[in-house]
């Protein structure tokens, strides 16, 4: 009996043992997190949901995170806009680093979360697959999973759209009168697009070779890309466009800055712009 109950003993204080060495890993982890610097100092706008970068279903798009470097996490948003053939969305994470592990979930609009990261994968291939409930707005969060870990990766999320139903057998033209012709569309105007177009700020403005460049707080994140065109607007308010003032961005610099330029000779103390984005 006193072997038997020596023995119990023995298997209980070992089994202590490796519980507490299972817990101490995590606990570095959040311990680093609380006394250390935010892992997302370095981060863009896009390590914080509101400043998700949007992405297209059944596109992929690569990126990189990295805890070292303060650069833990990346936000992409999606939109579902048709019904799915099973209402299931399905992501894929490739980690490019073989000795990484980064994260991958899933939020709704709310910012609720919907969908949990599995474990490390030996082939650094996450899938998560989550059923939605309803058509909208959902955010996708990569992150570093622990301090030492930063890599490129690709992700895609997949949504098959439900087939749409077959059209009716077209009705038998009888002979008689001709169709009706249809007239084209009318052209928007300028003013249309005045007025539709998307507002802007000019940071900051300067003559370069005979043309004013112009440097406005609109990039990728608001759709603009080179070649997008615009018109410096007068004064402090409304849609009236400056005389001569329209101009072509010739570079997206970032998320929220692009570089524009205009043949205008002066835009005065107008700071505001509009963009024609399509």
Request: hydrophobic fraction near 35%; charged fraction near 30%; include cysteine.
């Amino acid at each position: 009996m006193a072997f038997r109950a020596k023995l119990l003993r023995t298997l209980f204080a070992s089994t202590l043992l490796v519980m507490a060495a299972s817990g101490c890993k995590k606990d570095d982890v959040n311990k680093k997190i609380k006394n250390g610097p935010d892992p997302d100092t370095n981060s863009g706008v896009d390590a914080k949901r509101g400043g998700a970068k949007p992405i297209q279903i059944n596109r992929p798009e690569t990126d990189s995170v990295s805890w070292p470097k303060l650069q833990r996490t990346k936000w992409k948003s999606i939109e579902i806009a048709a019904p799915g053939k099973d209402n299931v969305l399905d992501c894929e994470l490739r980690i490019d680093n073989t000795g990484a592990d980064l994260n991958i979930d899933l939020f709704n609009s709310l910012g609720t979360q919907i969908g949990f990261t599995p474990g490390p994968a030996p082939n650094k291939l996450k899938k998560l697959a989550v059923k939605l409930e309803e058509m909208g707005t959902y955010f996708v969060r990569m992150q570093a999973a622990m301090p030492k870990d930063e890599s490129d990766f690709s992700v895609i999320c997949r949504w098959e759209e439900e087939a749409a139903a077959p059209e009716p057998p077209e009705k038998v033209k009888r002979p008689g009168k001709k169709p009706p012709t249809e007239k084209p569309a009318k052209a928007e105007t300028f003013e249309e697009k005045v007025e539709k177009g998307t507002e802007g700020r000019i940071k900051t403005s300067f003559r370069e070779g005979g043309q004013m460049v112009m440097i406005v707080d609109k990039g990728a994140a608001a759709g603009v890309h080179e070649g997008t065109e615009g018109t410096v607007l007068e004064g402090k308010s409304g849609r009236q466009p400056l005389d001569g003032g329209t101009f072509k961005i010739l570079q997206v610099i970032d998320d929220g800055t692009s570089k524009a330029q205009s043949s205008v000779r002066s835009i005065g103390k107008n700071s505001r712009v509009v963009l024609f984005l399509k």
